[in-house]
């Protein structure tokens, strides 16, 4: 009887934690989609483990990334937010199989800044002329 309930518990905990991982990426989603992105790609979650030595003991910590690919102006752009905290950031451009950095980090842009950051001046990441169609939506 003991490891039935253990059974129970054990399943209903793992999909508490899958339906808390969902629950953040459509949280994301919707809050890319209210700052009016579409053409929103499938999120993803992304986990990092860390572990420090504080005198004699090991501290580990691990963090979820939550990242999702919306598209704009003919390139793909990588955003990626912390889950559990507010605000995300343009992370990554995608184009030709690569994945460079996004320079700076612009954190929190609507879709209106994003356009207006591709059609300025400032450091745009490697391949992004190839992407760029200012014409495209």
Excluded at 37 to 51: A, D, L, N, Q
Aim: include cysteine.
């Amino acid at each position: 009887m003991k490891r039935r309930i253990i059974s129970v518990l054990l399943a209903l905990g793992c999909a508490a934690t899958l339906s808390a991982c969902s629950g953040n990426e459509d949280k994301f989603v919707a809050e890319l989609k209210a700052a009016g992105f579409t053409g929103i790609g499938e999120p993803s979650t992304e986990k990092s483990k860390k572990s420090k030595k504080i005198g004699k003991r090991t501290v580990k910590s691990s963090e979820k990334t939550l990242e999702v690919t919306v598209r704009v102006k003919g390139c793909d752009l990588e955003f990626a937010k912390t889950s559990g905290q507010s605000g995300y950031w343009l992370d990554e451009l995608h184009v030709n199989g690569q994945e460079p950095d996004w320079p700076g980090y612009p954190e929190n842009l609507n879709r209106e800044q994003v356009v207006a950051l591709m059609a300025g001046n400032s450091a745009k990441p490697d391949g992004f002329t190839s992407c760029y169609k200012p014409n495209e939506s």
